[in-house]
Every structure is written in structure tokens, then in C-alpha cells.
């Protein structure tokens, strides 16, 4: 059985309530520097069982249905985004690399009154238990400046046609958006300066999830040009630890 059948099925139409979900960190480090700890936007490398946990209503309790281990593949996962059931969303977050613990999920929190495979694989109404065990924890990618991208001629201001290039990325006669210049110009000198241009207008996780959650979608569309346009601003880089050559990486 494929591992995606286990993890991802149905995940995002699956809501958390207010259900139990127990987590207990059996092995390995509790405290780990932040690098080190799962949060929402990190890719996780991630070993894995999963049984019918023996609290279960339904199902044979003490039963395997999955386990990474026994392929001796380990999973990777972006986290916080949905893509996952809410038990292993929510549960690993804060976690350490290094780390193995027995996530005990209620079905309100895993695959509810369904189950999976209808009901063979997963009983509708089970109480899972994953024992996992945290190989890897990778950052997500760091903000891109969009202002210096686009600044092509390095004089610290934006023109209108320095600006279309952004949204031409779809399209070559793609239009700018029609009010942008209204909104972003404050002095109404007819160019957008660093200062105005600004810091960014959603936390950088939300704007992680805009561009890449629920979505496996890598293609350009006017949507994600415009959450890049609104996301991508310069912040306070040392305060996020970033620098200017990081701030020239790409998404």
C-alpha cells in the first residue's frame, strides 16, 4: 500500500474538534534550538508505524496498517499546511530532530467516520497511534526581496514599467493590476520607493501556505504572482536572522 493512501487521503476535508489528541516523547531530545524543532512550513523527514491504538472503539486493536520502517523509506512532509491528517499537522509541531514519539489520534483528528480503503485498511471511527520518529527538519525557503529582483537599475525605486515585469512572468501582455500604482505610490511621485514599498503584509508562514498549500500546482498563475507581490517585502532581515544573499534566493 502506497504511503500517500495512509497520510494524505482526505486530509484536508478532515476539520480537528475537540478531541483528545495525546502526544508522549519517549526518546531523544525535548529542548532543541529552534532550527532543530518542527514548526508550519518545515519539510520533515519522518519513520513511522502506525497501529489501531488499543483505545480504539472500532477496528482490531493493536493492528498495523503502515509503517515506513518496514520499507525502510523515509517520509518527507511539509507540515501546518493540511496536506496531512490534523493528528500529525498539529502533533508535530514542536518536536525535536532526533526525537521519537507516540501520537495517540482520535478519528475526529484522523480519517473520522470513513476510514480508509473503505473501512479495510482504516476502520471508520479509529483511534490511531503513530510511533514517529523526527530524521530531518528542514527550513522553509527564506523570503525572497522582491524589491531588489526588480530594481533593475539599482536606484532604490520602483518604476511602473520595472514593476509589469513581475506580472509578466505569466504572461508577456499580461496587465498590472489596475490600482496598484494608487496603493503602493504614497507620495504619488509616480514610482514606488523601498520605503514605501515596505514591509510585508502577511506573516511569512500564512503566505507560505497561500502559495503552497493544498496545492501541488508549480504553475505561475496571476494569483500567486499577486500573493508573491504582497508577500514578498523586505522585512527586517536581521531580525529574521536573514541577509542580503538569502534574500536573493529563490521560492
Known sequence: MKVTSILFVGAAAIT?????????????????????KVKVGNKVGIHYTGTIDESSKNGILGQQFDSSRDRNIILDVTVGF?????????????????AK???????EMGYGSSGVGDGDIIPGGATLKF?????????????????????????DVLTPEE?????????????MPPDLMEKEDKNKDGVVSREEFGGPRMP??????????????????VL????????QRPRN???????????????
Open 16 to 36: 480537528a474538534v475537540a478531541a483528545e489528541l495525546k502526544i508522549n516523547i519517549y526518546e531523544g531530545p525535548r529542548e532543541c534550538d529552534e532550527s532543530n
Open 82 to 98: 493540511g496536506d496531512l491528517i490534523d493528528g500529525w499537522d498539529i502533533g508535530l509541531i514542536g518536536i525535536c530532530k532526533g
Open 101 to 107: 514519539a507516540i501520537l495517540v489520534i482520535p478519528p
Open 131 to 155: 510511533d514517529v520518529e523526527v530524521v530531518s527538519v528542514t527550513e522553509p525557503p527564506p523570503q525572497l526581496n522582491l524589491f531588489n529582483e526588480l530594481d533593475i537599475d539599482q536606484d
Open 163 to 175: 514593476i509589469h515585469v513581475h506580472f509578466r512572468k505569466e504572461n508577456p501582455n499580461a496587465e
Open 204 to 221: 511569512w508562514d500564512i503566505c507560505l501556505e497561500m502559495l503552497h498549500g493544498n496545492s501541488k500546482s508549480t504553475e505561475i498563475t
Open 224 to 231: 500567486k504572482l499577486t500573493v508573491l507581490w504582497l508577500c
Open 237 to 251: 532581515l536581521e531580525l529574521e536572522g536573514y541577509n542580503d544573499d538569502k534574500g536573493n534566493e529563490e521560492l
